[in-house]
Structure formats: C-alpha cells, structure tokens
C-alpha cells in the first residue's frame, strides 16, 4: 500500500505563510529517491493546476504565480517533500495535493502514479 499524506493546511491571514509536508509511506519509501514529486492545488470550481515540482536530484520548477513566493524542497531521509510558502494571497486558497512519479528523474504530469488526499489552505484578505 502506498500512502502520501499531506499536513500544514489551514487559515492564515494574506501575507502570512504555511508549508505543507507530504509524507510518503508504503513501498514508496524504498522508492523515495527515485521518484519526482509534484504539488498541485485545486480551488472550487477550478481544473487542478501544477503548483512546483522536484525531481530527484531536487531540481525545482515552479508555475508563474509560484516563483518567488513558494519554495518546494524535499527529505530523502524522511520520505518528505514540502512546499514553503509565503507572501499568501486569497487566491492562493485551494486544496493542496501531492502527487509522486515514481521511477521518473524529472517530475512530469502525464506519468504520475500517486496523488495524497490533499489538504485545505484558506488565505483571508
């Protein structure tokens, strides 16, 4: 069974900061290092957008409302990948998911093998 849990969600006022965590559990923890992680988030009504990603060697891509504010890193030792982010916007309020391409250097959309069950980040103006 494989398990990736998310933590951190909540509510934080705009400009306030979170960082979420995504543990890994299950037989990906013996795959941890070989697989790319992605965050991405979901807000009602809307399609699920790629939020940053990391690949094995932790090489970080972010999208444009991203860079600059979220900072996505991980913990091979912990099985753990986060995503710091600061300087928070209403629109920033969404459900946060990770997700895990095992098996690929670099993180990509189309190959992805496990989503987490996502948790909620709330931005008041």
């Known amino acids: 069974q494989v398990l990736l849990v998310e933590s951190g969600g909540g509510l934080v006022q705009a400009g306030g900061s979170l960082r979420l965590s995504c543990a890994v559990s299950?037989?990906?923890?013996?795959?941890?290092?070989?697989?790319?992680m992605g965050w991405y988030r979901q807000a009602p009504g809307m399609q699920r957008d790629l939020v940053a990603s990391?690949?094995?060697?932790?090489?970080?891509n972010y999208s444009d409302f991203a860079k600059g504010r979220f900072t996505i890193s991980r913990d091979n030792a912990k099985n753990t990948v986060y995503l710091q982010m600061n300087s928070l916007k209403p629109e920033d309020t969404a459900i946060y998911y990770c997700a895990a391409d095992v098996g690929s250097t670099l993180f990509k959309d189309s190959s992805i093998d496990y989503w987490g069950q996502g948790t909620q980040v709330t931005v008041s103006p």
């Open positions: 990391i690949s094995t060697g932790s090489s970080a």
């Open positions: 299950g037989v990906l923890e013996t795959l941890f290092r070989i697989t790319s």
